[in-house]
T-cell receptor
Framework: NAGVMQNPRHLVRRRGQEARLRCSPM?????VYWYRQLPEEGLKFMVY????????ESGMPKERFSAEFPKEGPSILRIQQVVRGDSAAYFC??????????????FGSGTRLTVV | GDSVTQMEGPVTLSEEAFLTINCTYT??????LFWYVQYPGEGLQLLLK?????DKGSNKGFEATYRKETTSFHLEKGSVQVSDSAVYFC???????????FGAGTRLFVKA
């Protein structure tokens, strides 16, 4: 009975490298959301995806960040040429199909990215 | 745009004390309201929700009532335990929307 699975749990990258974060939604969920949490701050929306579609990427930085949710496999959040300011916890959440507010999200345990 | 404001922490209580964490929101229409809890090193877990005015969400002894007139959704618990120590996030989802907006979180410490 797996929930939302994120990997890796911890990721260390040097400045300029690429970071690739993976998220497998809960079984039966077709909507995926990525959020970023800076230390001692709340969660900031980044992107909302359905299979093969980006629905809303209004929270994504315009450069270096991209996300996908292919027909097969996990959703991927990709950060190119990482900088120290990218250090944060990145959380993925999923929900059942539909856009009604009846459903809350199911969150993964997050990937903690540290850029050195 | 939509927003959520919750009381700053940390909140420190003794075991069995009464808990209130204030949350107010700004939104058009009638959003759905949520409380999430985050334990150290983990993701957020949905604690309770309310989808329309005057609804009361409840779970594990926590409750919150959707107050349209005061645009509030305060979290309460009658008797906290040490195991309730965590960060609590108030959140909203606009009507017909999909994006959840989170407050900044309130850290709760409960002392034995």
């Amino acid at each position: 009975n797996a929930g939302v699975m994120q990997n890796p749990r911890h990721l260390v990258r040097r400045r300029g490298q690429e970071a690739r974060l993976r998220c497998s939604p809960m079984k039966g969920h077709s909507h995926v959301y990525w959020y970023r949490q800076l230390p001692e701050e709340g969660l900031k929306f980044m992107v909302y995806l359905q299979k093969e579609n980006i629905i809303d990427e209004s929270g994504m930085p315009k450069e270096r960040f991209s996300a996908e949710f292919p027909k097969e496999g996990p959703s991927i959040l990709r950060i190119q040429q990482v900088v120290r300011g990218d250090s944060a916890a990145y959380f993925c959440a999923s929900s059942p199909s539909g856009d009604r507010g009846d459903y809350g999200y199911t969150f993964g345990s997050g990937t903690r990215l540290t850029v050195v | 745009g939509d927003s959520v404001t919750q009381m700053e922490g940390p909140v420190t209580l003794s075991e069995e004390a009464f808990l209130t964490i204030n949350c107010t929101y700004t939104a058009t229409g009638y959003p759905s309201l949520f409380w999430y809890v985050q334990y150290p090193g983990e993701g957020l877990q949905l604690l309770l929700k309310a989808t329309k005015a005057d609804d009361k969400g409840s779970n594990k002894g926590f409750e919150a009532t959707y107050r349209k007139e005061t645009t509030s959704f305060h979290l309460e618990k009658g008797s906290v335990q040490v195991s309730d120590s965590a960060v609590y996030f108030c959140a909203l989802m606009g009507p017909g929307g999909f994006k959840t907006i989170f407050g900044a979180g309130t850290r709760l410490f409960v002392k034995a």
